[in-house]
């Protein structure tokens, strides 16, 4: 499971970092991997409202956030974490939030699905320094929206009044046991899930497909990676567009290398595309292989065969239960 973590406050060490970090060392006890960006200190640009997301389904300033949307993409789990200030999130917190329309333009405008949505969630951590009765409420609303544009449920609130000033939250008499419960709870369902690791030569076609596939149709029973033994600098343009044509979005993808698999991230099934390279050994993993055809330098109706057949034995491994 990879939760990614959100920090929004201007005060590194302050009330929400702790919160967070509590949250975030819960998942960890429990066997989770887990990334605490703090947005506060990224070179994050306000949003134009230029149209091209809309358009082209990319954002075309030039920032952090276009290293930050693939790992939305990756997430399990959302943590966005804010004090509040007049009852919103904090300025950086909301440049980040106005950013993601261009996942929501992949979405709603251009009509493709990201594979992990069905299964992504998103949580909302808040400290406000008053006792107001509405002081979330607007930061609630936010959330809500901004889970929904890069693909997670939004799974609910843990709001803390009147923290203020630096330690107030180690001091509140449930915040920090509160937040470790919400992790355990949140994070167990997705540690039950199989790994699987599909693997081809230069994870750039068929075992990004069948990932891609198998977190779709099952992401709440399999846990899936993709590797190669040769990996491309970038993913085949043609096997974008085929799946674009099953609504499958596999933007922000880029070829990885079977030592860039997280750490201590073991698979119980290593499935090998057929493509002259050999399965891995991970210790107790089955192997299998499918043997498919390596349509890289192929036509693009070839491609869509190849995708197909991709599916085909997905449907199967998820119906079949096992690979």
Same mark, same amino acid.
């Given at each position: 499971?990879?939760?990614?973590? =959100? ?12 919160? =967070? ?27 134009? !409202? ?19 949307? /693939? ?9 966005? +974490? ?8 904090? +300025? ?82 449930? +915040? ?33 497909? #069948? ?20 990996? #491309? ?24 290398? *079977?030592?860039? =698999? ?17 399965? /891995?050994?991970?210790? !107790? +993993? ?5 043997? =498919?055809?390596? /349509?890289?330098?192929?036509? *693009? ?23």
């Amino acid at each position: 499971m990879f939760v990614l973590g =959100l920090q929004g406050s201007p005060r590194a060490k302050g009330n929400t970092s702790t919160l =967070l970090s509590t949250f975030l060392g819960e998942v960890e006890n429990w066997g989770g991997i887990v990334k605490n960006l703090d947005v506060t200190r990224m070179k994050i640009l306000p949003c134009l !409202g230029c149209g091209t997301c809309e358009k082209k389904g990319y954002c075309p300033r030039d920032d952090d956030m276009q290293a930050i949307y /693939p790992v939305l993409r990756k997430s399990d789990l959302v943590v966005l +974490a804010t004090p509040i200030y007049f009852y919103g999130p904090t +300025a950086q917190m909301k440049l980040f939030i106005d950013r993601s329309q261009a996942l929501w333009s992949r979405k709603y405008s251009l009509g493709m699905e990201d594979p992990g949505r069905k299964w992504r969630q998103g949580f909302l951590l808040a400290v406000g320094a008053t006792k107001g009765k509405t002081i979330f409420d607007g930061t609630n609303l936010t959330a809500k929206y901004f889970f929904d544009a890069i693909g997670a449920g939004f799974e609910g609130t843990l709001g803390y009044r009147k923290v203020e000033s630096i330690g107030d939250i180690d001091s509140h008499p449930t +915040a920090l046991e509160e937040a470790k419960a919400k992790a355990r709870e949140l994070t167990e369902p997705f540690l039950n899930r199989k790994k699987v690791l599909f693997v081809c030569r230069e994870n750039a076609c068929r075992s990004q497909m #069948a990932a891609a596939f198998t977190r779709q149709m099952a992401g709440d029973r399999f846990e899936v990676e993709s590797a190669g033994n040769d990996p #491309a600098e970038r993913v085949n343009p043609m096997m974008e567009q085929v799946m674009a044509e099953k609504e499958v979005d596999m933007a922000y993808l880029k070829p990885s290398a *079977i030592s860039d =698999l997280p750490d201590g991230w073991k698979p119980d099934a290593v499935v090998s595309m057929g493509c002259e390279v050999e399965c /891995p050994v991970f210790p !107790g +993993a089955i192997t299998r292989d499918w043997d =498919l055809p390596d /349509p890289s330098k192929a036509s *693009i109706d070839f491609m869509r065969n190849v995708r197909d057949q991709v599916e085909k034995q997905v449907e199967v491994f998820i119906s079949n239960g096992s690979l």
